[in-house]
């Protein structure tokens, strides 16, 4: 699997999810190059980032998925997703995915 794969295949996503979860949820374009991408992702009780990346010093390989709890007096049950080494574009589309169900449940 190759960074450019990756890059365009999380555009089209985040464009399907944008689309699909209108109302829901607000997807914020801070970046998007051949080979960088970062979105904010807030819903109601929710603010995630969505950073693609080259490889480099960071604990995934090219995807990071943050979600927190912006509730004040509620418990962080953050989500986060990072890819490895050995990730299909599948199964980080799958993670992702998830991803929003947990922001807008």
Same mark, same amino acid.
């Given at each position: ?14 464009? @399907? ?6 109302? %829901? ?18 819903? @109601?009780?929710? *603010? $995630? ?5 080259? %490889? =480099? ?9 943050? $979600? *927190? ?26 993670? *992702?995915?998830? =991803? ?6």
């Amino acid at each position: 699997m190759k960074l450019y794969e990756v890059v365009d295949s999380i555009q089209m996503w985040i464009r @399907t999810v944008q689309e699909r979860y209108r109302g %829901e949820i607000n997807v914020e374009f801070l970046m998007e190059h051949e080979d960088y991408l970062r979105y904010i992702i807030e819903s @109601t009780n929710y *603010l $995630a980032e969505l950073v693609v990346e080259p %490889e =480099g010093f960071h604990p995934h390989r090219f995807v990071s998925f943050e $979600a *927190l709890d912006k509730r004040k007096d509620s418990q962080q049950n953050p989500y986060f997703y990072f890819d490895e080494e050995d990730s299909s574009v599948e199964n980080i589309l799958e993670n *992702l995915n998830k =991803g929003i169900l947990y922001m807008i449940e």
